[in-house]
């Protein structure tokens, strides 16, 4: 330990803090000078951690879910000498192109675990975050042995995802899990008594947590705090009682300290009163060479942890190597993929896609032991779970099947956590209209460059009697203009089996995969080794002679384009139909190759049972759309797509009219 004196360590973070807002002229200097005796507290004493290697993968993971509060973290970073956090980035804070953006981003700056700046996101990630822990461990044994701690706020805590993510991790006894609330009573808007008087220690010990409160400004206090909630056998949660904006002589313990720069005076003031007599940026040599020197603290940690890792057979070596440092995935999931079509070819069914799905994973969990799958309480309709799946329970962790419960947004969240920790390809299920209540995580997720996979069923009108309320419309145009989002609506079991494989190869972003319930008949008749459905639409059926007509189409859909081809080819009407399993994949495709995918017929017609939005790059503005403008309505299936106009003959009739026009 150091020798330098806890208040003066804790008061660097404080002084960068202030600097870093004041020069950027926007930030949150409140939360890192309340909460900085906390993080000094936890940083020096327990965080298992080497700042020369921040991708060690045993660290203990330091979540700021208030991510508002940056600079805490950014002066931690510095302080304790991560490479990517220099003085200059400090002074850089909040400017385009620094590694101190206005929210901690984790694609920016090592030592980022995850992207948090929507309020619960990082509370509800770090749930995912824990559980990778525990599921790594119970199949690696000692080798992984770490901590998730979040710092949160009152925000945080108000959110309603942190209450999925609570009960998930009371309920599967996260005991690696521990929360440090930054309990300051102010929000922008004044005192938290404004809107909320909820005990968030009831709250969280009513969730199976452990829960105690602390003076977050007595350091012994908080150690032991922490102490006791390492020892627990539950996630624990520790209600810091802070001042925020401390040492502000107007300011502190006001909202005024939250969201904005405490201005020349108040920050020299907050300076003096806290015997801080240096200038902007300066710290003493003592004061960061103490820092420096908690940054190198878990060195000793970390070459233990090298010796283990290098006695274990050279198999394990070698899969973990895979799984959680290079996160590469599996050599055998071309061949396994390419295995499975040509089955289908030589054995054709006609299932629903997300019947489809479930096929392709039986496969999928043989050659991917980090395949973790799950639902949001929806397993026997999503098809999420393969045949011999065993559920991670809150005593054994050796399963690869989660029930997330109906908390969707829980659920995506955690799969980000999940992720980003490493060792496993998180998948999880729900019904395609509840992505709006997954959306915000699913957003996370395309930020951060996060590989998650959503198993999204009841894709369309298609599902029938549960009518518009479960009819998702407007949702495929939407997460279609996500950047970084990738979409894959299939047609039938191959192309599910390919959209599966582009998903799973895609290691930079999270992909949707919109699944029917109702069944579809096989689209794909020859076998090919390549992966048609990489460029995002490919001609399916191609035109005899000159096409005059092309039809465009995803998932339910191609059925009825190649219905309605070979009427159209038996009027003389040359017609060629081109799946499009992902629009956004198509026209991101060079213009030569989008070209010669979508042809040169005068006449084109996109089919989808959804809203027109993002087609007319495709069919242009005076191209013929056949699908929805409004809500569905409660009815069998195929009552639907004749009610609202979705079918062959009103293709054929749209085509026959177009090319008579021409």
Known sequence: MTQVDHSKMANAIRALAMDGVQKANSGHPGLPMGAADVATVLWTQFLKFDAADPRWPDRDRFILSAGHGSMLLYALLYLTGNEDVTLDQLKNFRQLHSKTPGHPENFVTAGIETTTGPLGQGVASSVGTALAERLLAAEYGDIVDHYTYVLCSDGDLMEGVSHEAAALAGHLKLSKLIFLWDDNGISIDGPLTLTDSVDQVARFKAHGWNAVRVDGHDQKAIAAAI?????????????????????????????????????????????????????????????????????????????????RFDALPEATRSEFTRRVIDRKRPDGLHEAIRTLKQKLIDEPQTVATRKASEIVLEVLVGVMPELLLG??????????????????????????????????????????????????????????????????????????????????THDSIGLGEDGPTHQPVEHLASLRCMPNMRTFRPADPIETAECWQLALENTTGPTV????????????????????????????????????????????????????????????????????????????????????????????????????????????????????????????????????????????????????AA
Request: glycine content about 10%; hydrophobic content about 40%; overall charge neutral.
């Open 513 to 660: 995969l919109a699944l029917s319930r109702q069944n579809l008949k096989p689209a794909r008749t020859v076998h090919h080794d390549d992966n048609l459905c990489a460029t995002g639409g490919y001609e399916l059926v191609a035109a005899q002679g000159e096409a005059k007509v092309t039809l465009f189409a995803s998932g339910s859909e191609v059925e009825i384009a190649v219905v309605a081809q070979k009427q159209l080819a038996e009027k003389g009407i040359a017609t060629r139909v081109v799946s499009v399993p992902s629009l956004e994949l198509l026209l991101q495709q060079s213009p030569e190759k989008q070209a010669a995918i979508i042809g040169k017929a005068p006449v084109k017609i996109a089919i989808e049972a959804a809203v027109r939005f993002g087609w007319d790059a495709v069919i242009g503005h005076d191209g013929v759309f056949i699908g929805m403008s409004t809500f569905g309505a409660s009815a069998p299936a195929k009552e639907l797509y004749k009610y609202f106009g979705i079918t062959a003959e009103a293709v054929v009739d749209a085509a026959t009219k177009r090319h008579n």
């Open 375 to 456: 639902s949001a309480d929806l397993t026997p309709s999503n098809n999420t779970r393969t045949k011999h799946a065993k559920d991670v329970t809150p005593t054994d962790f050796s399963g690869r099947y989660i029930h997330y419960g109906i908390r969707e947004m829980g659920m995506a969240a955690a799969m980000n956590g999940v992720a980003q920790h490493g060792g496993f390809a998180p998948a999880g299920g729900t019904f395609m209209c509840f992505t709006d209540y997954a959306r915000p995580s699913m957003r996370i997720a395309a930020l951060s460059h996060v590989p998650v996979v959503y198993i999204m």
């Open 227 to 307: 102490k006791e909630a390492q020892n627990s056998d539950r996630p624990s949660f520790i209600a810091c009682k802070t001042i925020i904006g401390f040492g502000a002589p107007n300011r502190a313990g006001t909202s005024k300290a939250h969201g904005e720069p405490l201005g020349a005076e108040e920050l020299a003031g907050a300076k003096k009163a806290l015997g801080w007599d240096y200038g902007p940026f300066e710290v003493p040599d003592d004061i960061l060479q103490a820092w420096r020197n908690v940054g190198k603290q878990g060195a000793t940690a970390h070459t233990d942890w090298n010796e």
